[in-house]
């Protein structure tokens, strides 16, 4: 009898420990490789908010999801965040994102035009002018809503903006990278021939952080921990 019940104790461990494996924690994350979020500076901070999770033993997939989709999935905790750094001005439009609490960078956006130059527009009136943005930059959207600018179309990509300027239905769109960055960047293959203009000075400018679904909360003290070093130059 004794024996028996050793082989089903036993049994049942086994199962136990089977069964935690399979409800192991997996985060999935999204970045968007193809919009103009994935510039140089930013896809270093990506590397950086990965490194932190690769420490702490969280096991993490990361999907290719586009920032117009992203941040909606997030929120309904259909993934737990992104791996891109987000205005602070989220939390006003989200309900479920909890903020990773060290400032990531000082984001900066430019205007960016082909056949027009934003420097010279900018000291003029930009009632006029039309805007192209990707759906999801909200940082975009608030400099639009502040500067009281209505001509505004939404694509989906980076690569839809700049042919929107190409072909002459847009004037400008936004970029978070200086000129400079932006011809050593991936997206310079986007120009090819094509002169740009970036305006000299950010237009806009806000503080970004990391968020994950509050269904992670108990990781967001831990995850703190590791990024402030990281990230000690804005602290």
């Given at each position: ?6 082989k089903?104790?036993?049994?049942l461990t ?16 999204s970045?968007d ?40 999935l997030?929120?309904?905790g ?14 006003e439009?989200t309900?479920n ?9 000082k984001?900066?956006i ?18 006029k ?8 930059h ?5 400099y ?7 001509n ?7 690569a ?5 300027l ?44 990391f968020?994950?679904?509050k ?11 590791k990024?402030k ?7």
């Open positions: 009898m004794g024996a028996l019940l050793n089903v104790i036993f049994f086994f199962l136990s420990c089977f069964w935690v494996h399979g409800e192991e924690r997996v985060l999935k994350f970045f490789s193809q919009s103009q979020m994935a510039s140089p500076t930013l896809i270093e901070i990506k590397k950086k908010m990965e490194s932190v999770y690769n420490e702490l033993d969280i096991k993490f997939v990361t999907e290719d999801i586009p920032i117009s989709r992203s941040l909606q997030a929120d309904d259909v993934i737990d965040g992104e791996l891109f750094p987000r205005s602070s001005r989220i939390e439009k309900k994102l909890l903020r990773i609490p060290v400032l990531v960078f984001g900066h430019y205007l960016l035009g082909i056949h027009s130059d934003p420097n010279k527009a900018l000291k003029k009136d930009l009632k002018a039309r805007f192209v943005h990707i759906r999801g909200l940082s975009a959207v608030t639009l809503k502040t500067e009281h600018l209505k505004i179309t939404e694509v989906n990509s980076f839809q903006a700049v042919k929107m190409k072909t002459k239905r847009a004037d400008y769109t936004f970029v978070l990278e200086p000129k400079e960055s932006i011809l050593n960047s991936p997206n310079k293959e986007l120009f090819k021939s094509d002169a740009i203009h970036v305006s000299h000075s950010p237009v806009f400018s806000m503080d970004m952080y968020f994950l679904h269904k992670n909360q108990d990781l967001i003290e831990k995850i703190t921990k990024l070093p990281k990230f000690k130059e804005n602290i």
